[in-house]
């Protein structure tokens, strides 16, 4: 088992001689050439800004995702959607939901803190290539001059690349604004075909959700077909 340091050149070294926990390699940058080469080999840049001065990169070996034809809608999911009570929209405000995932419930002043400034250039800096996408979760209301307005109440972005979606943040103001965004995202990806969403780590929401493990090297085949 070894971390690998990087420098200037592009390059990633093998994954299956990483930590177990999927710790590979540190240092490089968060430029977009560098971001794509990680993606397009499983790696993703996950590291707390406030104690860490350059990137560390993963690349589990057992990867968490989600396929858009498994997503489980429970009852009550089903009913919030039939209620048509928010607006889905995509790729309409990016860098509204890049911020709120930085800073909803605090997240920016916790030590672990990963979604810093740097990072959030690097992903504004992709998604304005063309390599990012958010779903976009709106609440509309009425102003006190009875216009209609909307506000930014849940949603999630990450990378789309080789028909994948690499999923890398989500948030909520109200209650299950993120899910309604994942389910979203799922049935959307599913008409178009695209193969899976990338969760990068098991969480209790992503299991709820039909999240489940596959081998890095399926799912290496997959991103590569």
Request: glycine fraction near 8%.
């Amino acid at each position: 088992m070894a971390v690998y340091q990087l420098n200037d050149g592009l390059w990633f070294p093998d994954p299956h001689r990483g930590e177990p926990d999927g710790l590979v390699a540190v240092g490089g940058d968060l430029s977009v050439p560098r971001l794509l080469l990680a993606y397009c080999h499983g790696f993703f840049p996950w590291f707390s800004f406030k104690w860490a001065s350059e990137p560390h990169w993963y690349c589990p070996m057992q990867r968490y995702v989600i396929f858009p034809k498994e997503i489980h809608i429970s009852h009550s999911m089903r009913q919030l959607i039939r209620q048509q009570k928010y607006e889905i929209s995509v790729n309409q405000d990016f860098e509204g939901v890049i911020r709120h995932c930085s800073t909803a419930q605090s997240r920016n002043e916790e030590d672990g803190a990963w979604l810093g400034a740097d990072m959030m250039k690097a992903y504004t800096e992709l998604y304005k290539k063309g390599f990012a996408s958010s779903v976009e979760v709106w609440e509309p209301y009425t102003d006190d001059a009875g216009q209609p307005k909307r506000r930014l109440v849940g949603g999630l972005y990450g990378v789309t690349l080789r028909n994948a979606f690499f999923g890398e943040s989500m948030f909520s103001l109200v209650p299950n604004a993120s899910k309604l965004a994942l389910i979203c995202l799922a049935q959307m990806l599913e008409s178009l075909g695209w193969h899976f969403i990338d969760c990068q780590f098991e969480t209790p929401l992503f299991r709820s959700m039909g999240g489940r493990h596959i081998a890095y090297e399926e799912y290496m085949r997959m991103l590569e077909s």
